[in-house]
């Protein structure tokens, strides 16, 4: 290599500095440079999304809160709640299925359900009949406020 070099005029070795420094320069912009650009332009659209995400998961959070805080009603047995709770899904949600896993606890089935007369049952079902979610796999469907829903509630 040096005697590459050395073999060289100093005008080809300016050359050569100045070709291999224009190459460099243009790895780095096309190696580095440009992939974090993208990177960045990609998070800088996705963070209103995610905003409005956030924004649904605290209200989410927070009727969560509320719905946990009504009081548990005691005194009934759990085929009665299992049948006052079918008879309120049959008004609010008439897709839906309600089926009893054991004595405590009742799951509640709808493949496409409004989500706010979901939320409306659970309240109802919590504050009525002393049941409390507890587990939800709660899926948006395409079509706005409808909902893909399996929950479990149980009797504490």
């Known amino acids: 290599m040096n005697a590459f070099w050395a073999a060289r005029t100093p005008s080809e070795r300016t050359t050569l500095l100045v070709g291999g420094t224009l190459a460099a320069i243009l790895l780095l912009v096309a190696l580095v440079w440009l992939p974090l650009e993208r990177s960045r332009v990609r998070l800088t659209n996705e963070i209103p999304r995610l905003s409005a995400s956030i924004a649904t998961m605290e209200r989410q959070a927070a009727e969560v809160a509320r719905v946990r805080s009504l009081p548990a009603l005691r005194g009934q047995t759990p085929n009665t709640a299992l049948g006052e709770v079918t008879a309120a899904l049959g008004k609010g949600i008439p897709s839906a299925q309600v089926s009893a896993l054991d004595d405590k606890?009742?799951?509640?089935?709808?493949?496409?359900?409004?989500?706010?007369?979901?939320?409306?049952?659970?309240?109802?079902?919590?504050?009525?009949?002393?049941?409390?979610?507890?587990?939800?796999?709660?899926?948006?469907?395409?079509?706005?406020?409808?909902?893909?829903?399996?929950?479990?509630?149980?009797?504490?």
Do not use: F, N
Request: hydrophobic fraction near 50%.
């Open 105 to 156: 606890r009742v799951r509640i089935l709808g493949t496409d359900v409004p989500y706010g007369a979901l939320l409306e049952t659970v309240a109802t079902a919590q504050a009525a009949h002393g049941l409390r979610v507890d587990s939800a796999r709660i899926d948006a469907l395409p079509v706005a406020g409808r909902v893909r829903a399996e929950l479990v509630l149980s009797r504490t």
